[in-house]
């Protein structure tokens, strides 16, 4: 064999293994990614959060938000939008992470009016309302009255369950998973146990059509 013909025939070797190389190191880390996502599933879903969409769906946002935020109030109707658009494939799951300074007071209430079933419509009054009750990048719960007042909300269970310790617990927990699941700010965004691989609705949009079409 000429020197030409074998340089030819090393270099077509070591592609081949770099090709085969990159190939299982893909893979691996594809298994990797999918045993941390299911890993992170029991720090992320939680029967009592607020949930949304078909609970069977195969497509399972989880979303850690503040009320206070407004990249969350900007954020909330993109992602109905999304789940509009893939009617009974996409579940949202919400849990609280007041970082806010005055926001864990609000968020209380918020689990309150959960357990009247109205936590989506206190949520979307709060989120239009925004500017009127955070002041300066903080939470004042003593001006949320007159935004949840045309809820027709029972407003003394309303308070009696925002001081309920039960609730205290819940959002005690889900800070301590936002802890676990490295959650600094918010929205941050879980998709199947998956993190965004960085901020940004096209992202989201992204792992969402991942999962969807894994789904198939």
């Not at 909330?76 to 949202?92: E, H, Q």
């Not at 007042?149 to 309303?158: H, I, S, V």
Request: charged letters at 15%; aromatic letters at 8%; hydrophobic letters at 50%.
């Amino acid at each position: 064999m000429n020197p030409k013909t074998l340089f030819v025939s090393v270099a077509a070797l070591l592609v081949l293994a770099f090709a085969g190389g990159s190939y299982f190191y893909k893979q691996q880390q594809a298994e990797t990614a999918a045993q941390l996502a299911q890993q992170n599933m029991a720090a992320l879903v939680r029967a009592d959060a607020p949930s949304f969409g078909n609970p069977n769906a195969p497509v399972h946002i989880v979303e850690f938000f503040d009320p206070a935020c407004g990249t969350c109030r900007e954020f909330y109707p993109l992602v109905k939008a999304l789940m509009a658009a893939n009617p009974d494939k996409i579940r949202l799951s919400l849990r609280y992470a007041p970082f806010h300074p005055g926001s864990e007071a609000v968020v209380k209430v918020l689990e309150a009016a959960h357990r009247q079933g109205q936590f989506e419509p206190a949520l979307q009054a709060l989120f239009a309302a925004q500017n009127a009750w955070v002041i300066n990048h903080t939470s004042h719960v003593e001006l949320i009255g007159p935004v949840l007042e045309p809820l027709n909300l029972d407003m003394a269970r309303l308070q009696n369950d925002a001081n309920a310790p039960e609730v205290a617990t819940i959002i005690a927990r889900d800070l301590l998973d936002a802890k676990t699941m490295n959650v600094t700010m918010t929205p941050e965004f879980f998709v199947n146990g998956k993190p965004l691989p960085s901020f940004g609705f096209e992202q989201l949009k992204a792992l969402v059509d991942e999962a969807l079409a894994s789904a198939k």
